[in-house]
């Protein structure tokens, strides 16, 4: 793991994105995110993403415990349980 935003363990799996104040734009990439069996951290603040944030989609990552997605374009109904190990969920401002 050697890009920069890209957090990994001691065993090359994927633990963290932080690509917050990147300028991304299109459509946040929810479904794909339950791919993600080993990401713990997902902060994507302060883009311009759009779509829609489906909390269904992240429950079923069991590892997701701070996820920021704050200050983007998205939309959609969120839920106190948006994930099992959620700690941190900011969802501000879009």
């Known amino acids: 793991c050697t890009w920069r935003g890209i957090s990994c363990d001691d065993d090359g799996n994927l633990v963290g994105i932080d690509?917050?104040?990147n300028n991304l734009t299109g459509f946040f990439p929810a479904r794909h995110i339950t791919n993600l069996h080993t990401l713990q951290s997902l902060i994507l603040a302060n883009n311009s993403l759009?779509?829609?944030i489906d909390y269904i989609?992240?429950?079923k990552t069991k590892l997701l415990?701070?996820?920021d997605l704050s200050m983007n374009q998205l939309n959609?109904?969120?839920d106190i349980?948006?994930?099992p190990a959620a700690k941190y969920v900011n969802?501000?401002?879009n």
């Open 19 to 21: 690509l917050r104040n």
């Open 50 to 52: 759009s779509g829609s």
């Open 57 to 59: 989609l992240f429950y």
């Open 65 to 67: 415990s701070h996820i």
């Open 76 to 78: 959609g109904a969120a």
């Open 81 to 83: 349980l948006v994930s």
């Open 91 to 93: 969802f501000s401002h």
